[in-house]
């Protein structure tokens, strides 16, 4: 099993034309998402607790994921728990359409997610 993260994008068109003085224009619109597969080794998908504890991981990964500034902003809006050979629907949509995955999501260990984290400080 793995976890699967889903992110809400967006851009703020308002800031391609600030000049730069006083506030930035807000004016957001979507832009798609982004989708992490986290293996997180050693956990006990069948515990008691395992969804509460899955809930406390994507609250420790929401620091790496989020983002906000003047001109971008990404937050998680979900997760799930998901098999090995997961695809997502837009993996899966390239792959029917394209005969490949030009894009696939973002796969890594809650380790190597976490060290990303810990270079950042």
């Not at 957001?28 to 597969?37: H, L, P, Q, R, V």
């Not at 989020?66 to 998901?82: A, L, M, P, T």
Request: glycine share 6%; aromatic share 16%; charged share 30%.
């Amino acid at each position: 099993m793995k976890l699967y993260i889903f992110t809400q994008d967006q851009e703020n068109y308002g800031a391609h034309d600030w000049d730069g003085e006083g506030k930035v224009p807000q004016y957001w619109k979507m832009k798609g998402s982004t989708d992490y597969i986290v293996d997180i080794e050693g956990f006990r998908w069948n515990d008691t607790f395992a969804e509460k504890n899955l809930r406390m991981i994507v609250d420790e990964l929401r620091f790496i994921i989020d983002e906000s500034n003047d001109f971008y902003r990404s937050n998680i809006i979900g997760f799930e728990k998901v098999e090995d050979d997961f695809m997502t629907e837009f993996e899966q949509s390239q792959l029917e359409y394209e005969g490949k995955v030009m894009y696939p999501a973002i796969r890594k260990t809650y380790n190597e997610m976490m060290l990303v984290n810990l270079e950042n400080v």
